[in-house]
């Protein structure tokens, strides 16, 4: 990710010669040919530019290794135990939706806990613990106790019949029920006699529990990220979504910022209905949002576009994506996935998108036992983390812009801007005072020209600096 500005490499040959037309940052903005969002815009990608992806993706990995023990689920003490990890990372909430509250169609569940769960044989050998992996229990599984032979516990086992040596990630959320999950040779290999079957978990009244963080802006207006916090021992879903959301509060939280953020560190499914339910008053604010969720495994990045279909955040995004030099795929919207269902409710129809590498399901170690710490690589997570801080960066940057002589070409020679850096440069300096009409935005004009936002960018800095362009007051919509 490599960003230069006036000033740091932009190789305009003469752009820092004196000349009659030449207008200092200072003096520009003095005479208000440059505005407070575009300074934000320049700062704001200044410190992208200085952010240590590497560093960033190795910091990604360790938050992921601390989690990753941890048995969450979609209440309970192992998801606040890691909400608190990220709350001492980021300014965050948690907030307490009480058992029984109504959120919508669905009610909020009773809070599930476990101590500890086994399958014991004869010799009271422990063939199927829990403390090896809490993937061996069904998630949210009822408590049992109980002696019973194989064939009695057989419907309550759970394996792969195709991937034998992996367990399985099963849950049992909304119907009340218990089960094992366990590699299909082991299930084979059990022989038949009687088990002793324990599994200490409880099903009571209490709370889900979600984290929000905010990061006020100069505007009302939200950018929201969500990211689901249920899985267990699952890496790339969806401790992956965890640790990038985490790293990109951090760094915006000490970012110039023009939109307000908000993330969500939400349970699946029900967490973004309970948040919905309780804030419908804030939703109108949020004028573009992403979902996180398998964005740290080594497959090109893939979005799924919001509802709406080509909102800011799509175009945005896929702008982004264009640019890189990497492979990437973008899909249209789908009512299956994750939490993005629910904002792109008819009744929301948020401008919310899917940001993923891998999608859910179409890699063979999605929810199993082989998403683990070597499925994720820091390369990947960092590599998320700056494609989305570019997203952003787009999104802060996203304004209109006025030729200032708009009555045929401007003569670029003359100020020294040609020849410009490269021929790209010299198109996106043609560009941008063409379709700088005061309608066009950034966005706009890098789809219509193909070129990268940031060169674009460039442009109009260099465009203002010498007079020829003025950022419109009024944003686009
Ligand atoms: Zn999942």
Avoid at 152 to 157: A, D, K
Avoid at 235 to 256: K, Y
Avoid at 275 to 282: G, P, T, Y
Avoid at 357 to 367: F, I, L, M, S
């Amino acid at each position: 990710m490599s960003v230069s500005y006036l000033g740091h490499r932009s190789g305009i040959p003469g752009k820092h010669r004196d000349g009659a037309n030449r207008v200092s940052r200072r003096q520009a903005l003095r005479q208000g040919s440059m505005t407070g969002g575009d300074l934000r815009a320049r700062q704001l990608s200044h410190l992208r530019a200085s952010v240590d992806l590497p560093s960033e993706g190795r910091k990604m990995l360790d938050l992921i290794g601390e989690l990753f023990p941890i048995c969450r689920s979609i209440t309970g003490a192992g998801l606040r135990q890691s909400l608190k990890r990220v709350g001492e990372l980021i300014p965050l909430a948690t907030h307490e939706v009480p058992t029984g509250t109504q959120v919508f169609d669905w009610t909020v569940p009773k809070e599930w806990n476990i101590a500890d769960a086994y399958i014991k044989d004869r010799d009271g050998r422990r063939v199927v613990d829990f403390r090896d992996n809490n993937l061996h229990v069904v998630n949210y599984s009822a408590p049992v106790n109980a002696r019973m032979s194989l064939a009695e516990l057989r419907p309550q086992l759970h394996s792969l019949p195709d991937q034998p040596d992996l367990i399985p990630y099963r849950t049992t959320y909304y119907a009340e029920t218990w089960g094992f999950c366990l590699p299909h040779r082991q299930l084979e290999s059990l022989t038949d006699g009687e088990y002793e079957v324990v599994i200490d978990s409880s099903l009571r009244d209490g709370a889900l529990t979600y984290g929000e963080c905010v990061l006020p802006g100069q505007v009302e207006d939200e950018v929201l990220i969500s990211t689901h916090i249920c899985h267990p021992s699952l890496a790339n879903d969806n401790l992956s979504g965890v640790a990038v959301a985490t790293a990109l509060a951090q760094i915006l939280a000490s970012a110039p910022r023009r939109y307000t953020y908000r993330f969500l560190f939400v349970p699946g499914t029900i967490g973004p209905i309970a948040w919905l339910a309780r804030n419908q008053d804030k939703v109108r604010r949020i004028k573009h949002g992403l979902v996180l969720a398998c964005v740290g495994d080594r497959g090109s990045i893939n979005y799924k576009r919001s509802r709406q279909g080509s909102a800011d955040i799509d175009r945005a995004v896929e702008c982004v994506l264009r640019s890189k030099a990497t492979p990437f795929e973008v899909r249209d919207f789908s009512p299956y996935g994750y939490d993005e269902r629910q904002y792109c409710s008819p009744g929301f129809d948020l401008p919310v998108g899917s940001f993923r590498r891998t999608p859910h399901g179409e890699y063979q170690e999605y929810h199993t036992s082989a998403d683990n710490l070597d499925f994720v690589s820091g390369a990947h997570l960092a590599d998320s983390l700056g494609t989305l801080l570019e997203a952003i960066d787009l999104l802060e940057s996203d304004v209109a812009f006025r030729n200032l002589n708009p009555k045929c070409e401007p003569q670029l020679g003359r100020r020294g801007l040609l020849p410009a850096a490269s021929e790209r440069a010299q198109m996106a300096l043609l560009w941008m005072l063409n379709l700088s009409d005061g309608d066009n935005s950034l966005l706009d004009i890098a789809e219509r020209s193909g070129l990268p936002f940031g060169e674009l960018r460039r442009a109009t800095e260099i465009l203002i600096e010498h007079g020829l362009l003025e950022e419109c007051a009024k944003r686009r919509q």
